[in-house]
């Protein structure tokens, strides 16, 4: 049996598990090139690049810290978490919860050979062109 849902109950799902893992409420820091965006812990969560280091076409790209990436991984699957609708759905909650106007994310990630061996990997998407990007 398929189970089929909407891209409103899509979000819903995955704004509840960022809030409950995050929020509800995230705060973030200025700085010279960068904002850090923490979590209602004060946990810094992920980093939003405004002048150097952003991809292709973006005004301010949202890197996902790499115990980030792990965590939300260890709750939904690679595959999932690098498609355009989670990565438009986790900067629209972004973008909700700090007033920020985030328009593109780099979400790094490994891929294992062996226990030993691993690719470092980065899956880039600008959410205003709704395309995947590369870096500067």
């Known amino acids: 049996m398929d ?3 909407t891209k409103s109950q899509y979000q819903k799902i995955v704004f509840n598990l960022l809030d409950v893992l995050y929020g509800p ?37 949202m890197f996902v810290n790499f115990d980030t990436g792990n965590e939300i991984d260890s709750f939904i699957p690679k595959v999932a978490t690098r498609k355009k609708l989670f990565s438009k759905t986790v900067l629209s909650y972004v973008n909700e919860k700090t007033n920020l106007d985030i328009d593109c994310i780099d979400f790094p990630y490994r891929t294992y050979e062996d226990d030993e061996t691993y690719f470092e ?10 395309k995947k990007t590369t870096t500067k």
């Open 3 to 5: 189970v089929i849902i």
């Open 25 to 61: 409420k995230l705060t973030h820091e200025k700085e010279a090139d960068r904002i850090k965006i923490l979590s209602n812990e004060g946990e810094h969560i992920f980093t939003v690049y405004t002048v150097g280091g952003k991809g292709d076409g973006c005004k301010q790209d």
């Open 121 to 130: 990997n980065r899956y880039r998407f600008n959410v205003k062109k709704n």
